[in-house]
C-alpha cells in the first residue's frame, strides 16, 4: 500500500456513501493520497449535501471540503483557488459529476427538451472542461498531473434507458481526448473510467437500471457486475507514477462487457 504516497488531489463528486467519488477517495486515501473534496452546494434552508460530504469524509483526513456548483464558472474558479491555498501544487483531480432533469433522461432521446440538453451538457460535459482550465495550473510538480472523469459505454453504443446520458457521455469521452492533447505538453494526462452499472443516486435516475445490471452479470466476459472499489483501483492506477504514458484513453471497468458484438443468441 502507498501507490499514492506524497500525492495531492481533488475529488469532486462525492454525494453520499453509495457515490462512485466515495469509493474512489477511500481507496486513494488508503494509498497514501492527502484529499480535497468539493460538495454541491444546498439551495435554501438545507445542509443536507454540505453535512453528508462532510460525515462521508470526515474519516479521511481532508485538507478541504468546500462548495462548488459546477453549473457556475466563478464557482469552479473560487474553489480551486480555495484549493491552492490549502494544498499547494496538487497531482490528480477526479471529476464524477453527471446531471439530467429527470423528465429528458426518460423519454426518447429525440424528445429531450432544449434546456434539459444544454443543462445535461453544462452538468456533465462543459463542466470537466472548466476543472481542467482551473485544475491544470495547479499541476506544476515535475510529474505533471493527472485528471480523470467518469463515463459510461453508452456513449459508445446505444444501451436502451441511458438516452440523453449517451449523448452527453459521448461529448464527454471526446472532450477526455482533446483536453489530452492540449494538456500533454505540460505532462498532465487525461483520461476517463468507462464504469459498468453501479447502484448509486445518478444511477436511480436512469430507466432500465435494474435490467443493466443484470446484463453485466450474464453476459459480460467475467460474469460479474463491478463495485464502486474496482473504479477506485483503476483511478489510483490513473494517478500513479504507475499510469505515466496512459493518456487520452477510455479505461473500461465493466468486466469486458464492452468487447463483446453480440451478448447472446436467440436460440441460447
Ligand atoms: N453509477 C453508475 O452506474 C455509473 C456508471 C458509469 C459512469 N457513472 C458516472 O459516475 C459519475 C458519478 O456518478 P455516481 O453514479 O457516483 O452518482 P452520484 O449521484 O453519487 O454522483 C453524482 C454527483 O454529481 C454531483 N453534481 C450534480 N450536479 C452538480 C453540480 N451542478 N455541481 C456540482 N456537483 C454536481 C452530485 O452532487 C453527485 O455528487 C457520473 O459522471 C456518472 O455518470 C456512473
Redesign the pocket.
Known amino acids: 500500500m502507498g501507490l499514492l504516497k506524497g500525492k495531492r488531489g481533488v475529488i ?5 456513501e ?5 469509493a474512489v477517495a477511500r481507496l486513494m486515501h488508503r494509498e497514501g493520497a492527502e484529499l480535497a473534496f ?4 444546498d439551495v435554501g434552508e438545507r445542509s443536507r ?1 454540505e453535512q453528508r ?1 462532510r460525515d462521508v469524509t470526515k474519516d479521511l483526513s481532508p485538507l478541504l471540503v468546500a462548495s ?5 464558472d466563478e ?1 469552479i474558479q473560487k474553489f480551486f483557488a480555495q484549493v491552492q491555498e490549502a494544498m499547494g501544487p496538487i497531482d490528480f483531480v477526479i ?5 439530467a432533469p429527470t423528465e429528458d433522461l426518460k423519454c426518447p432521446t429525440h424528445q429531450a427538451s432544449r434546456n434539459g440538453f444544454a443543462s445535461a451538457m453544462d ?2 460535459v462543459y ?1 470537466f472542461l472548466a476543472v481542467a482550465r482551473y485544475a491544470a495550473p495547479l499541476m506544476t510538480r515535475e510529474g505533471g498531473g493527472s485528471i480523470c ?5 453508452g456513449g459508445e453504443k446505444v444501451m436502451p434507458g441511458y438516452n440523453l ?1 449517451g449523448v452527453a ?1 459521448a461529448a ?1 469521452d471526446t472532450s477526455v481526448r482533446y483536453t489530452a492533447s492540449e494538456l500533454g505538453a505540460q505532462k498532465i494526462r487525461v483520461n476517463a ?11 436511480s435516475a ?1 430507466g432500465d ?1 435494474k435490467k ?1 445490471l443484470g446484463l453485466y452479470e450474464n453476459s459480460s466476459p467475467l460474469k460479474s457486475n463491478i463495485t ?1 472499489e474496482d ?1 477506485g483501483a483503476a483511478a489510483a492506477f490513473l494517478a500513479s507514477d504507475y499510469g505515466r504514458m496512459t493518456t487520452g484513453e477510455i479505461l473500461h471497468v465493466d468486466g469486458g462487457y464492452h468487447i463483446m458484438g453480440v451478448t447472446q443468441y436467440a436460440d441460447a
Request: aromatic share 10%; net charge positive; with cysteine.
Open positions: 469532486m463528486g462525492v454525494a453520499n453509495r457515490s462512485i467519488a466515495t468539493s460538495y454541491l452546494p449535501n460530504v462548488c456548483d459546477v453549473g457556475q464557482d471529476h464524477s459529476i453527471a446531471y452538468i456533465s463542466s472523469a467518469m463515463t459510461y459505454f446520458m457521455k464527454l473510467i468507462s464504469a459498468g452499472p453501479v447502484k448509486t443516486l445518478a444511477a436512469v437500471f443493466m464502486a473504479v
